[in-house]
């Protein structure tokens, strides 16, 4: 496809230098949609509708908001499901691409972005809606901060884990809710404690209660899309003892609250 072009009706869009923000509809047809290469590099924030993609760490069939890499030279398939939808994205030739890769390992192939970086391409949309004189510094500083999560994506995609460890992890999301204690997650994986803390802080670069928190925040994110639930509600879903402790956590975690976060939503 032609750089900074998408299968899409434009609703809004802004250049920043080589940067080209843009928010659009889908128009093309599922079936219609055949596989394709984008020349450039683009981040897409899915903000409404069911999405189909072929990125690492995408579920069959999206329908919460996630933000997708797409490397320069990127050929998939990634479609809507119907035509009620939107999203967002921010796309960089590939030259520039390049460029910011000698400064940062970026991927080389789609992913979905970790929170953090929705969060940031999040406040990178308002600025889309919400246009004034500092926006183009806003946006730049923006994309270097969603350069930085996409080199950490990577790096931490490079390390294979053990399968022991995998399902450590696994029990920590799906049983988010719950608070198992170290003694109990190392004698699942047959190891002393001492031992499966270190392997665990060496993978991922955070203990296990660190890494339970920053996925319990990760649930609050979807929450918040919830209009129907209470701030108060989620932060004792997601294991507060209150909303102010909720709050500091979140805006330490994203920099922003989340009421802030659920207003731009």
Do not use: K
């Amino acid at each position: 496809m032609r750089p900074r072009r998408f299968f899409g009706e434009y609703r809004a869009e802004r250049r920043v230098g080589e940067l080209a923000l843009a928010e659009l509809e889908p128009t093309v047809p599922e079936d219609e949609v055949r596989r394709h290469t984008h020349d450039d590099a683009h981040f897409l924030l899915l903000l409404e509708g069911q999405y189909l993609s072929e990125a690492r760490g995408m579920p069959a069939l999206c329908s919460t908001r996630t933000l997708v890499l797409n490397p320069p030279g990127t050929t998939h398939r990634d479609r809507f499901r119907g035509l009620q939808g939107r999203f967002f994205t921010l796309s960089v030739p590939a030259q520039a691409w390049q460029e910011a890769a000698t400064v940062r390992a970026l991927p080389e192939s789609a992913l979905r972005m970790p929170a953090t970086a929705l969060v940031r391409a999040t406040l990178l949309r308002r600025e889309l809606q919400e246009w004034d004189g500092a926006s183009p510094l806003a946006v730049e500083a923006g994309f270097e901060e969603l350069l930085d999560a996409a080199a950490l994506a990577r790096a931490e995609s490079a390390v294979h884990a053990p399968a022991w460890l995998e399902r450590a992890c696994d029990r920590l999301r799906q049983d988010w809710s719950a608070t198992p204690r170290l003694a109990e997650l190392a004698r699942e994986a047959d190891l002393h404690p001492v031992y499966f803390a270190r392997a665990f802080r060496r993978r991922y670069r955070c203990s296990p209660g660190q890494y339970l928190r920053r996925f319990r925040l990760e649930r609050a994110l979807d929450m918040l899309h919830e209009r129907r639930a209470s701030l108060a509600d989620i932060a004792l879903a997601c294991g507060y003892v209150d909303q102010s402790h909720f709050t500091h956590a979140f805006r330490r975690a994203y920099r922003c609250t989340p009421a802030q976060y659920r207003a731009l939503a």
